[in-house]
């Protein structure tokens, strides 16, 4: 490959290298597919020491389906409405109330009981669609 690089030196060293497009573009796939292998590795060993976890199907679509994303994950967890408002701190009836979309819940409660499922904020926050829809 050195030989259709053509290099411009700046006070004896190199500084620019020229080469064919086409091995330009051989490059960046050559540095995209090496990027792809970093992230497979990060994810799997995030994945083996337990800081990710997988997330089944039948959550996803539950949740998509428009199931309260706190119920799936208590499920999920195998935990019950008291076992996950003792660790928020909150009364059940709160907790059902939140599960059954008649109160919203305080962002302080909804961190407490995203604590309580060892899940982020953002994983049982039902975010409402664009255009009021």
């Known amino acids: 490959m050195n030989e259709t690089i ?13 080469l064919p497009y086409k091995k330009y573009l ?5 540095a995209e597919m090496l990027q792809d292998v970093r992230d497979y590795d990060a994810a799997k060993a995030d994945l083996e020491s337990d800081k990710e976890e997988l997330i089944p199907a039948d959550m996803v679509f539950a949740i ?10 208590r499920n999920a967890r195998g935990l019950t409405q008291q076992q996950v408002a003792d660790a928020a701190g909150i009364s059940k009836p709160y907790l059902s109330q939140i599960e059954t979309g008649k109160r919203k819940g305080s962002t302080e409660s909804l961190a407490s009981i995203a604590k309580a499922l060892n899940v982020s904020l953002d994983e049982i926050v039902v975010q409402k669609k664009l255009g009021g829809k």
């Open 26 to 30: 051989e490059l960046v796939e050559q």
């Open 64 to 73: 998509l389906d428009g199931e309260n994303p706190i119920k799936v994950w």
């Open 6 to 18: 053509q290099l411009i030196k700046l006070d004896g060293k190199p500084e620019w290298a020229i």
